[in-house]
Nanobody, 119 residues
Protein backbone atom coordinates (compact mmCIF):
# COMPACT_ATOMS: atom_id res chain seq x y z
CA UNK A 1 0.00 0.00 0.00
CA UNK A 2 0.88 3.65 -0.31
CA UNK A 3 0.83 6.14 2.53
CA UNK A 4 -0.78 9.41 1.53
CA UNK A 5 -0.78 12.70 3.41
CA UNK A 6 -3.06 15.52 2.29
CA UNK A 7 -2.74 19.16 3.18
CA UNK A 8 -4.00 22.55 2.07
CA UNK A 9 -7.61 22.49 3.12
CA UNK A 10 -9.26 25.32 4.98
CA UNK A 11 -11.99 27.95 5.03
CA UNK A 12 -12.40 30.18 1.98
CA UNK A 13 -15.05 32.52 0.67
CA UNK A 14 -17.02 31.69 -2.44
CA UNK A 15 -15.04 32.63 -5.52
CA UNK A 16 -11.75 32.00 -3.79
CA UNK A 17 -9.04 29.42 -4.42
CA UNK A 18 -7.24 26.67 -2.57
CA UNK A 19 -4.53 24.22 -3.54
CA UNK A 20 -4.55 20.78 -2.01
CA UNK A 21 -1.42 18.64 -1.85
CA UNK A 22 -1.07 14.89 -1.53
CA UNK A 23 2.35 13.51 -0.68
CA UNK A 24 2.91 9.82 -1.42
CA UNK A 25 5.27 7.58 0.53
CA UNK A 26 6.95 6.28 -2.61
CA UNK A 27 7.58 7.23 -6.18
CA UNK A 28 4.38 8.02 -8.01
CA UNK A 29 5.92 6.29 -11.03
CA UNK A 30 5.20 3.06 -9.15
CA UNK A 31 1.55 4.00 -8.66
CA UNK A 32 -0.98 3.12 -11.32
CA UNK A 33 -3.35 6.01 -10.81
CA UNK A 34 -3.83 8.84 -8.35
CA UNK A 35 -6.74 11.09 -7.86
CA UNK A 36 -8.93 13.21 -5.63
CA UNK A 37 -12.33 12.39 -4.21
CA UNK A 38 -14.59 14.31 -1.86
CA UNK A 39 -17.34 13.53 0.60
CA UNK A 40 -19.86 16.10 1.75
CA UNK A 41 -21.91 15.55 4.92
CA UNK A 42 -24.65 13.01 4.34
CA UNK A 43 -23.42 12.19 0.85
CA UNK A 44 -21.38 9.44 -0.74
CA UNK A 45 -17.77 9.91 -1.65
CA UNK A 46 -17.48 11.11 -5.23
CA UNK A 47 -14.77 11.45 -7.82
CA UNK A 48 -13.34 14.93 -8.29
CA UNK A 49 -10.35 14.40 -10.57
CA UNK A 50 -7.98 11.61 -11.48
CA UNK A 51 -5.02 10.85 -13.67
CA UNK A 52 -5.69 8.18 -16.26
CA UNK A 53 -3.21 6.08 -18.19
CA UNK A 54 -0.99 8.01 -20.55
CA UNK A 55 -1.13 11.11 -18.38
CA UNK A 56 -4.69 11.99 -19.34
CA UNK A 57 -6.99 13.48 -16.73
CA UNK A 58 -10.62 13.00 -15.84
CA UNK A 59 -12.82 15.49 -13.99
CA UNK A 60 -16.27 15.45 -12.51
CA UNK A 61 -18.61 17.64 -14.56
CA UNK A 62 -19.23 19.84 -11.52
CA UNK A 63 -15.58 20.92 -11.34
CA UNK A 64 -14.54 21.05 -14.99
CA UNK A 65 -12.98 24.38 -15.85
CA UNK A 66 -12.48 25.27 -12.18
CA UNK A 67 -10.25 22.51 -10.76
CA UNK A 68 -6.94 21.26 -12.10
CA UNK A 69 -5.09 18.12 -11.06
CA UNK A 70 -1.33 18.11 -11.47
CA UNK A 71 1.70 16.30 -10.13
CA UNK A 72 5.34 16.82 -9.28
CA UNK A 73 7.10 13.53 -9.88
CA UNK A 74 10.27 14.64 -8.12
CA UNK A 75 8.31 15.38 -4.94
CA UNK A 76 5.99 12.35 -5.23
CA UNK A 77 3.15 14.80 -4.83
CA UNK A 78 -0.18 15.32 -6.54
CA UNK A 79 -2.02 18.63 -6.36
CA UNK A 80 -5.55 19.84 -6.80
CA UNK A 81 -5.84 23.50 -7.69
CA UNK A 82 -9.36 24.67 -6.92
CA UNK A 83 -10.52 28.00 -8.33
CA UNK A 84 -13.87 29.78 -8.33
CA UNK A 85 -14.92 27.77 -5.32
CA UNK A 86 -18.61 27.41 -4.53
CA UNK A 87 -20.36 26.54 -1.26
CA UNK A 88 -21.32 23.19 -2.80
CA UNK A 89 -17.60 22.34 -3.00
CA UNK A 90 -17.58 22.08 0.79
CA UNK A 91 -16.46 18.57 1.69
CA UNK A 92 -13.65 16.47 3.03
CA UNK A 93 -11.24 15.90 0.18
CA UNK A 94 -9.37 12.61 -0.04
CA UNK A 95 -6.37 11.63 -2.10
CA UNK A 96 -6.37 8.13 -3.58
CA UNK A 97 -3.69 5.90 -5.05
CA UNK A 98 -4.19 2.62 -6.90
CA UNK A 99 -1.15 0.35 -6.89
CA UNK A 100 -0.44 -3.28 -7.59
CA UNK A 101 0.02 -5.68 -4.70
CA UNK A 102 0.91 -8.94 -6.35
CA UNK A 103 -1.82 -9.41 -8.93
CA UNK A 104 -4.30 -7.23 -7.09
CA UNK A 105 -4.94 -3.53 -7.55
CA UNK A 106 -5.15 -1.96 -4.11
CA UNK A 107 -6.58 1.48 -3.38
CA UNK A 108 -5.03 3.56 -0.63
CA UNK A 109 -6.61 6.65 0.90
CA UNK A 110 -5.26 9.63 2.72
CA UNK A 111 -6.76 10.89 5.95
CA UNK A 112 -8.66 13.67 4.22
CA UNK A 113 -8.51 17.45 4.40
CA UNK A 114 -11.53 19.63 5.10
CA UNK A 115 -12.55 22.34 2.65
CA UNK A 116 -15.25 24.79 3.70
CA UNK A 117 -16.53 27.39 1.25
CA UNK A 118 -18.62 30.14 2.77
CA UNK A 119 -21.22 32.07 0.80
Amino acid sequence: QVQLVESGGGLVQAGGSLRLSCAASRSIFSINTMGWYRQAPGKQRELVATFLSGGRTNYADSVKGRFTISRDNAKNTVYLQMNSLKPEDTAVYYCSADSLSGLNLVRSWGQGTQVIVSS
